[in-house]
């Protein structure tokens, strides 16, 4: 009972959060500006938008695949995407939770052991997690060459040595010697299990198709860049912002978009990225529109393709 309160009570402060993010971005702005703006803009550009959305899952399919093959798993990718899907979209409902339900459904489809399956989730969250920081740094140095401020306009410097990577560190390092110590201690079916984890872990270490996982890992980066720069031509007055801006506003999205708040960083991602956009120059009015824009057609199209997989995965399930 204490337990079902405990998550309640986070998820009711999650949410808490971000309907206040999204009180702070829209409460000094008439709603029906927003909404006559909205209604004015290009949306035809839905059409490559979608496109490039559902390639993106096909790329994290093909990469999700390789990391099974690595570990000696032979998973259809029919399967494989029926649980990407339905993984986004519990993600919206509850943050990070998605991770876990993926796993499940291939152990419901595949009898895959979640032990294994864990491990590849983590493998690529860890390498997403690492591009975004590439990136970011490059980012940085571009603006210093360029005299812009934007990305350092959301970062504070001085946290970064000595809290979060002190931090994460400490962390990393309990995590290694908790699971050590689960291994020497619990019974043996945990054991088993926690030995399981290891080797995988151990397997992705040395992945053979190094290259082709990295031109998956680019080519998913690409189709965010792509899935942020083609929104800018819905507004003329956005039209004329830069690849590089682009560049910088998929960054400020990607950040917003990791806190682990309801619907996709509701709140967070409108917040943040309608403040990225004024401070290159746009409109306050057009630039929550454009963070409307882009963050409404990622829901609904989440909420759509991972229907779609759940109805897949229901009628698999009987089959």
Not at 112 to 131: A, Y
Not at 268 to 288: C, E, K, R
Request: proline share 2%; glycine share 4%; aromatic share 16%.
């Amino acid at each position: 009972m204490k337990n079902k309160i405990f998550i309640f009570s986070q998820y009711l402060l999650f949410l808490s959060i971000g309907a206040m993010l999204l009180y702070m971005s829209l409460h000094k702005l008439e709603l029906k500006q927003i909404t006559e703006t909205i209604y004015k803009g290009n949306f035809l550009l839905i059409i490559p938008v979608l496109f490039i959305s559902i390639i993106v899952y096909f790329f994290r399919v093909l990469r999700w695949e390789l990391l099974f093959r690595q570990i000696n798993q032979d998973i259809p990718k029919s399967n494989l995407s029926i649980a990407l899907c339905i993984g986004y979209l519990v993600n919206f409902a509850i943050p990070r939770l998605g991770e876990v339900t993926r796993c499940a459904i291939l152990k419901k489809l595949n009898k895959t052991p979640i032990n294994q399956s864990l491990t590849t989730v983590i493998f690529e969250r860890t390498i997403d997690v690492i591009t975004l920081l590439i990136i970011s740094i490059l980012a940085i140095i571009l603006e210093y060459a360029n005299h812009t401020s934007l990305l350092k306009s959301f970062i504070n410097f001085d946290l970064i040595p000595t809290n979060q990577v002190i931090g994460l560190l400490i962390a990393f390092a309990t995590l290694i010697i908790f699971v050590a110590y689960l291994i020497y201690k619990t019974e043996n079916k945990v054991k088993t299990w926690l030995q399981g984890f290891w080797i995988s872990i151990k397997m992705l270490a040395k992945i053979k198709s190094i290259f082709l996982f990295s031109i998956y890992t680019i080519c998913i980066w690409i189709c965010y860049f792509l899935m942020t720069y083609l929104w800018f031509f819905t507004f003329t007055e956005s039209s004329n912002l830069s690849y590089y801006m682009a560049f910088q506003i998929m960054i400020v999205g990607s950040f917003v978009r990791s806190i682990p708040l309801q619907a996709g960083s509701a709140g967070a991602y409108h917040y943040g990225v309608s403040q990225a956009f004024i401070l290159l120059g746009i409109s306050s009015i057009t630039a929550n529109a454009l963070a409307i824009i882009i963050h409404g057609f990622q829901t609904i199209f989440t909420f759509i393709i991972g229907s779609l997989a759940y109805m897949a995965f229901v009628y698999k399930s009987k089959t």
